[in-house]
């Protein structure tokens, strides 16, 4: 492994049993949950109300069960030791056939492989930091995507510095683990097959261009989106990093600290779409995503939830604002009115009690939820005149991250 990815291993790395240590690093523990700094109960409402889950989901106990399967094989930081679960050992056999005695190895040398990225960029340390649900799917895709062309090289022949057919083999390790997870909500299962479906293609990119080199320069300057991931060339021709969405106006107004603040991006926006509309529509619309904001906020034994989503143009935004009309409907078996010679705002629910308000304005499109209409449409108001969006910006162009002195996260 150390030969193939042209990294030798800086301390010694043992095979530690599966089940959890009670001894094990607390950094290492945000990675088993995506969601371990927030509520899930918070959560799981503001997803249902979005429609990114079905209403009768337990999230806790789906989550619990998306949480093994991403962690089937894993390098353990706290004890120096990979772990590889039995369940990981059938999908390395399933994939490969009972025969394959390289292709049963497979979850040994990708932990191993995360064993490297670990003692040479830090990278668990990295994401356990990391708050953004789509920033920290991106980065995923940056270590699956490494791990998995490591992976097809020691299937081609031993010591080989060369990938043997690595998009059929990512391709059928993502379908075996996508019908591992078919028993997930649609949210959590593209969730756990997108690092290593998207990943691998994006990484790639950069073994293509500057070989192992140019893996390593991923590290230093990764991609902030999981746009950037499904569109390589907005991360390696001409970048576009995602627009951040300031609802000034909204921060300003509520009383309480958000409970959840959070990006989804534009891969969950596809699997939000591929409820209402078949899966190439819902990533055709998607493609028009720039940036978004999701918060929500306590207001009585209820929550106010703002989704405020950017696109790149008007036309864009009026295609989602649309589509997301007939998907809240459908979702909620609701019917949206619109305002009198207003075909940019529509409201549904009581006007004296919650109700759901979709407005397009320019690029953006706005739902606010959980608030009577009295008090939504003044809230929307100032949402929009108090509204700014920039563009992330851009740490280490991908040229010069290739010095050796970048590689280290510890000597930026």
């Known amino acids: 492994i150390a030969l193939i990815r042209d990294l030798p291993f800086k301390r010694e790395v043992s095979l530690a049993n599966a089940s959890p240590s009670p001894t094990a690093s607390s950094a ?7 969601y371990a700094a927030q509520s899930l109960s918070h959560l799981s409402r503001v997803y249902k109300r979005l429609g990114l889950l079905p209403e009768p989901t337990d999230f806790a106990r789906a989550l619990a069960d998306y949480s093994r399967l991403q962690r089937l094989y894993y390098y353990d930081l706290g004890r120096q030791a990979v772990v590889i679960a039995p369940d990981a050992t059938k999908l390395a056999r399933a994939v490969g056939g009972e025969t394959n005695g390289r292709m049963a190895q497979m979850p040994g040398v990708l932990s191993l492989t995360r064993a490297l990225q670990e003692q040479y960029f830090h990278w668990q340390e990295k994401l356990a930091v990391i708050s953004l649900e789509d920033r920290k799917l991106a980065f995923r895709a940056v270590a699956a995507g490494d791990s998995l062309l490591v992976a097809s090289a020691y299937l081609g022949e031993p010591r080989s510095t060369k990938t043997r ?14 019908k591992m997870s078919a028993h997930l909500p649609d949210l ?48 390696y021709t001409k970048r576009e990093n995602p627009v951040r969405i300031i609802p000034w106006g909204l921060t300003r107004q509520m009383k309480e600290t958000a409970v959840v603040d959070q990006t989804l991006g534009e891969h ?28 929500a906020y306590p207001h009585g034994e209820d929550l106010v939830t703002a989704w405020i989503t950017g696109w790149k143009n008007e036309k864009e935004a009026q295609v989602f604002y649309r589509a997301y009309r007939a998907l809240l409907e459908r979702h909620h078996r609701l019917r949206f009115v619109g305002s009198a010679g207003r075909g940019d705002r529509l409201q549904a629910g009581r006007s004296d009690g919650p109700s759901m308000l979709l407005q397009t304005r320019g690029t953006f499109v706005l739902l606010l939820d959980g608030l009577a209409a009295a008090q ?16 992330e910006s851009i740490v280490i162009p991908f040229e010069s991250a290739k010095r050796a002195a970048q590689l280290s996260w510890t000597s930026r």
């Open 165 to 178: 057919d690595p998009a059929r083999i990512m391709e059928r390790w993502a379908t075996v683990l996508e």
């Open 268 to 295: 969950l926006i596809q699997v939000l779409l591929t409820s209402s509309v078949p899966r190439q529509q819902a990533a055709e619309i998607a493609a028009g995503f720039t940036g978004d904001q999701l918060s």
């Open 376 to 391: 939504a449409l003044p809230l929307a108001d100032e949402i929009w005149t108090n509204l700014d969006a920039e563009t």
């Open 188 to 235: 959590l299962r593209q969730k756990l097959i997108f690092p290593y479906r998207e990943g691998s293609q994006f990484v790639q990119w950069a073994h293509a261009a500057k070989g192992w080199e140019g893996v390593n320069a991923l590290y230093a300057d990764p991609p902030l989106s999981s746009s950037q991931v499904i569109h390589p060339e907005k991360y």
């Open 28 to 34: 290492d523990r945000p990675l088993i949950e995506d």
